[in-house]
Protein backbone atom coordinates (compact mmCIF):
# COMPACT_ATOMS: atom_id res chain seq x y z
CA UNK A 1 0.00 0.00 0.00
CA UNK A 2 2.49 2.53 0.86
CA UNK A 3 4.19 1.73 -2.56
CA UNK A 4 1.05 2.48 -4.66
CA UNK A 5 0.87 5.93 -2.50
CA UNK A 6 4.97 6.76 -3.10
CA UNK A 7 3.97 6.23 -6.76
CA UNK A 8 0.96 8.02 -6.72
CA UNK A 9 2.63 11.38 -4.97
CA UNK A 10 5.40 10.72 -7.42
CA UNK A 11 2.75 10.56 -10.30
CA UNK A 12 0.89 13.76 -9.09
CA UNK A 13 4.03 15.56 -8.21
CA UNK A 14 5.35 15.41 -12.05
CA UNK A 15 1.97 16.22 -13.55
CA UNK A 16 2.15 19.98 -11.31
CA UNK A 17 5.91 19.84 -12.08
CA UNK A 18 5.23 20.17 -15.97
CA UNK A 19 1.70 22.47 -15.55
CA UNK A 20 2.46 26.30 -16.83
CA UNK A 21 1.87 29.52 -14.00
CA UNK A 22 0.52 32.71 -13.87
CA UNK A 23 2.41 34.89 -12.29
CA UNK A 24 -0.32 36.90 -11.00
CA UNK A 25 -3.61 36.73 -9.31
CA UNK A 26 -4.83 39.12 -11.98
CA UNK A 27 -3.11 36.73 -14.75
CA UNK A 28 -5.45 33.68 -13.43
CA UNK A 29 -8.50 36.26 -12.90
CA UNK A 30 -7.84 37.18 -16.93
CA UNK A 31 -7.13 33.21 -17.67
CA UNK A 32 -11.19 32.11 -16.07
CA UNK A 33 -12.78 35.56 -18.42
CA UNK A 34 -11.11 33.52 -21.44
CA UNK A 35 -12.51 30.53 -20.45
CA UNK A 36 -15.78 32.07 -19.99
CA UNK A 37 -15.78 33.90 -23.35
CA UNK A 38 -14.90 30.76 -25.01
CA UNK A 39 -17.89 28.95 -23.12
CA UNK A 40 -20.11 32.09 -23.94
CA UNK A 41 -19.16 31.57 -27.40
CA UNK A 42 -20.48 27.87 -27.51
CA UNK A 43 -16.73 26.45 -28.34
CA UNK A 44 -16.07 23.91 -25.38
CA UNK A 45 -12.84 23.13 -26.72
CA UNK A 46 -11.15 26.25 -27.26
CA UNK A 47 -12.10 26.61 -23.20
CA UNK A 48 -10.31 23.73 -22.36
CA UNK A 49 -7.50 24.46 -24.74
CA UNK A 50 -6.99 27.97 -22.87
CA UNK A 51 -6.87 25.86 -19.27
CA UNK A 52 -4.58 23.57 -20.77
CA UNK A 53 -1.53 25.22 -19.76
CA UNK A 54 -2.48 26.13 -16.05
CA UNK A 55 -4.28 22.66 -15.04
CA UNK A 56 -2.67 20.05 -13.06
CA UNK A 57 -4.83 17.43 -14.75
CA UNK A 58 -3.35 14.63 -16.76
CA UNK A 59 -3.86 15.73 -20.75
CA UNK A 60 -6.37 12.62 -20.88
CA UNK A 61 -8.30 13.14 -18.33
CA UNK A 62 -8.76 16.55 -20.04
CA UNK A 63 -9.39 15.72 -22.88
CA UNK A 64 -12.24 13.25 -21.49
CA UNK A 65 -13.76 16.34 -19.65
CA UNK A 66 -13.97 18.09 -22.32
CA UNK A 67 -15.96 15.68 -24.37
CA UNK A 68 -17.96 14.88 -21.69
CA UNK A 69 -18.49 18.77 -21.07
CA UNK A 70 -19.37 19.03 -24.40
CA UNK A 71 -22.27 16.73 -24.25
CA UNK A 72 -23.49 17.27 -21.49
CA UNK A 73 -23.72 21.07 -22.09
CA UNK A 74 -25.39 19.84 -25.35
CA UNK A 75 -28.09 18.52 -23.29
CA UNK A 76 -28.37 21.54 -20.89
CA UNK A 77 -28.40 23.98 -23.81
CA UNK A 78 -31.23 22.27 -25.38
CA UNK A 79 -33.47 22.33 -22.07
CA UNK A 80 -32.35 26.21 -21.63
CA UNK A 81 -31.20 28.11 -24.56
CA UNK A 82 -28.13 29.52 -26.12
CA UNK A 83 -25.81 31.03 -23.92
CA UNK A 84 -25.65 35.07 -24.07
CA UNK A 85 -23.00 35.70 -21.95
CA UNK A 86 -21.27 35.28 -18.48
CA UNK A 87 -21.04 37.24 -15.05
CA UNK A 88 -18.79 37.45 -12.20
CA UNK A 89 -20.44 36.51 -9.48
CA UNK A 90 -17.65 36.21 -6.34
CA UNK A 91 -14.29 35.98 -5.67
CA UNK A 92 -12.90 34.40 -1.71
CA UNK A 93 -9.24 34.00 -1.24
CA UNK A 94 -8.15 31.54 1.20
CA UNK A 95 -5.18 32.49 3.01
CA UNK A 96 -2.44 33.77 0.61
CA UNK A 97 -2.68 30.39 -1.28
CA UNK A 98 -6.08 29.93 -2.42
CA UNK A 99 -8.19 31.99 -4.83
CA UNK A 100 -11.79 30.62 -5.75
CA UNK A 101 -13.63 32.77 -8.68
CA UNK A 102 -17.14 31.76 -9.65
CA UNK A 103 -18.77 32.93 -13.19
CA UNK A 104 -22.54 32.40 -14.27
CA UNK A 105 -22.96 31.42 -17.53
CA UNK A 106 -26.23 33.38 -18.80
CA UNK A 107 -28.78 31.16 -21.22
CA UNK A 108 -31.94 32.36 -22.15
CA UNK A 109 -33.77 31.02 -19.43
CA UNK A 110 -31.04 29.60 -16.77
CA UNK A 111 -27.46 30.66 -15.10
CA UNK A 112 -24.99 27.66 -14.81
CA UNK A 113 -22.48 28.46 -12.65
CA UNK A 114 -18.45 27.88 -13.04
CA UNK A 115 -16.71 27.57 -10.19
CA UNK A 116 -12.20 27.78 -10.83
CA UNK A 117 -9.58 27.07 -8.05
CA UNK A 118 -6.16 28.52 -8.12
CA UNK A 119 -3.78 27.57 -6.40
CA UNK A 120 -0.26 29.60 -5.72
CA UNK A 121 2.52 27.04 -6.02
CA UNK A 122 5.91 29.11 -5.73
CA UNK A 123 6.04 28.94 -9.14
CA UNK A 124 2.99 30.71 -9.41
CA UNK A 125 -0.73 30.46 -9.65
CA UNK A 126 -1.82 27.07 -11.54
CA UNK A 127 -5.80 26.09 -11.51
CA UNK A 128 -5.86 23.27 -9.56
CA UNK A 129 -9.95 22.75 -9.95
CA UNK A 130 -12.66 23.48 -11.89
CA UNK A 131 -16.27 22.87 -12.19
CA UNK A 132 -19.67 23.76 -13.86
CA UNK A 133 -23.29 22.41 -13.32
CA UNK A 134 -26.69 23.52 -13.89
CA UNK A 135 -27.44 23.91 -9.48
CA UNK A 136 -28.29 27.81 -9.84
CA UNK A 137 -28.69 27.74 -6.25
CA UNK A 138 -25.08 27.32 -5.71
CA UNK A 139 -24.63 30.87 -6.86
CA UNK A 140 -26.36 32.05 -3.78
CA UNK A 141 -23.89 30.56 -1.54
CA UNK A 142 -20.84 31.76 -3.68
CA UNK A 143 -19.75 34.10 -0.89
Known amino acids: MKRVLIALSAAFLSITAFAGTL ?34 I ?5 QGMALQSKAQRDQYLG ?19 LLRLIYAEKTEKHALPWTFVYYKTPAGWVLNTFMWNDQISLLFTAN
Not at 38 to 54: E, H, L, R, S
Not at 58 to 62: I, Q, S
Not at 79 to 97: D, H, L, M, P, V
Open 58 to 62: PEAEL
Open 79 to 97: RYGKSIGYEFIAEKKAGNS
Open 23 to 56: KTEEDAKRNAQEIMAQVTKGDIPAAFNVMKPYVV
